[in-house]
């Protein structure tokens, strides 16, 4: 079979220390790298492949920030892609949390090149936020003519992440939480019998208990290649379907009043200027 490749001082120190580190959700999706490969299923049927695209819609963001506190905020950007062909970002913020999505948009059959999504909840005693931010590609799907006998396959490198920081307040009964999904999904009729090809990854965060029965928040990511393909075995050109997104949601819980255990490396700043100050005091002794 033939490949056909078509890339497309010390006071400060414990000043920091002693700030309450508030409470926090984030996540973040992204995809790059788009390679598209045609493989020719049948060397000897005379049939060079091909893979021509019709574009049936822009591609999409959808981005929402949400502030609960002493005064509520919601703010939301939808809107389209005006061009499959350049920098497409649209994001929303409020006191309490922003998100962002971002699409460079490609005339291609995918209709992006990269696209990524992310956002963040911050929180304080009595004030929260939520986010969402969605970057879609062309909708409704992408549709694509397949020559015979050939398969097509959509590649994409994905990185994702999600963390908490504090994960649940018990006295609130609220919790933290973030999520981060990804899908790449490819398919089409194939002999009258419709298939499909769907490669999608989802993580999220929430919280974890410890033995002596505290809670924390927790981090999860997962970075790597999907891959999703669609395979013409007909002696015909057949239709197909892409559909593409990253989608990222969270919110904060309001903080718990309990300062987080410093860092190690906090730690040893806080030691340092414990260090100076009694070299000072010292010297005033002196």
Known sequence: MKRFAIHTLALACMAAVAGPALADASSSATFGNLVITLTDLDTGDGIAPSLTFNLNGPSFIDSRAEGFGE???????QNYAP??????TGETHSAWSSSVGSIMTANNVAGFTWMSAEGAAHSALDAYGTYRAASIGATPENTFTLS???????????????????GYNLEADMAEYATSHALLN???MVNGTFVTDAQERYIDAGFDVLDDNTVVGVSNSWDGVLSASFANTGGAETSGFLQTFVIVEGYSSVWD???????????AMLLGGLALLGVAARRRKA
Request: charged share 10%.
């Open 71 to 77: 005064v509520s905020e919601s703010y939301q950007f």
């Open 83 to 88: 061009q499959q062909g350049g920098l497409f």
């Open 148 to 166: 015979a006998n050939t398969a097509v396959t959509f590649s994409v490198v994905a990185d994702m992440h999600a963390r908490t920081s504090m």
């Open 186 to 188: 490819v398919g089409g």
């Open 257 to 267: 009043g309990v300062t987080p255990v410093p860092e190690p490396g906090t730690y």
